[in-house]
């Protein structure tokens, strides 16, 4: 539940930052927090099995893609 | 309430706490290195801590070593995902910030 | 100026998570009765796991282990799989992919051997999803230009 706001509060920094590199950054740590939230709604809905095998694909696609944005801005050379 | 799930409270307590400093952290600096400090490092222990203390709370089940398994790859995949957005940033040329 | 491709961090870190990204995709593909899951869904996760070996090792190792001749193969193949067994189960004797009359080739019980159907058709999906994926990961990075064609086309002009 209180994690719910650090989320929002966390994206407040994504819309507002100066420049894509910032946004970067925020969507990163919106990733990590959601897979929190996601494993605390399996206890809450009495079905761990199931969304601990959702938390853990969304783990590995939010490294991979924040790698690939990583690699893309500096090959553009631009912020 | 049994005794592996009142062992799980400080470790999900805690766990909340560096999340919020991490996210005050990520509001308040005013460079973006800085705010890099407080996201890669901050993030990381607070994930790896809920992670742990999720993991007690179910007892010795066959769910708890596969949270385990993800605690393990973020603790593994975050800090070089930090690595990869710190390099391209220093690549483009943007300059630390320096107290005057 | 050095690349992504020449950081020696990020490869080694890739080099040591994409085995277990890959056994977690089988894992995912296998158990697509009882989790979520399946055969689409494991597809996606092994070709992630060789996009992120191409961003990170550069592209000519990356096509030196997968070109697009394989990668065609591996597509067509799967689909081969798919609708084979959709045909076998015509030919026996029942509707398409009706896998209930399988078993009168694998001598089990009508319900073991849907189960069995419907794995070997999950296999060939995630096959082909996986190709598909690297091949239009690998024609969008390289603008469909390969270096031999351009000597060729600079001897030539």
Known sequence: MGLFFLVLLCLYRGVFGPGVLNRVAAISAIGTKTLVILLIMGYIYQRVDMFVDISMVYALLNFIGTITVAKYLEMSGEI | ?100 | MTRLTDDIIIRAVARIMIPFIQLYALYVIMHGHHSPGGGFQGGVILGASFILYLITHGLEEARARMSELKAGIFSASGLLIYSGIGLLCLILGSNFLNYGSLSLILKVIPAQARSLGILGVEIGVGITVMAVMFSIFFDISTGGIIPEDKEIKEENG
């Open chain 2, 1 to 100: 309430m049994n005794i592996m799930q009142a062992l799980s409270i400080p470790f999900l307590l805690g766990g909340f706490f560096f999340f919020l400093a991490a996210t005050i952290g990520l509001l308040r600096f005013p460079d973006f290195y800085t705010r890099l400090h407080a996201t890669g490092k901050g993030d990381t222990l607070a994930v790896l801590l809920s992670l742990i203390g999720l993991s007690v709370y179910e007892g010795f089940s066959f769910t708890a070593v596969k949270i385990l398994f993800i605690a393990v790859f973020m603790f593994l995949a975050q800090p070089t995902s930090t690595h990869a957005i710190s390099r391209a940033a220093m690549r483009c040329g943007l300059k630390p910030w320096v107290k005057k």
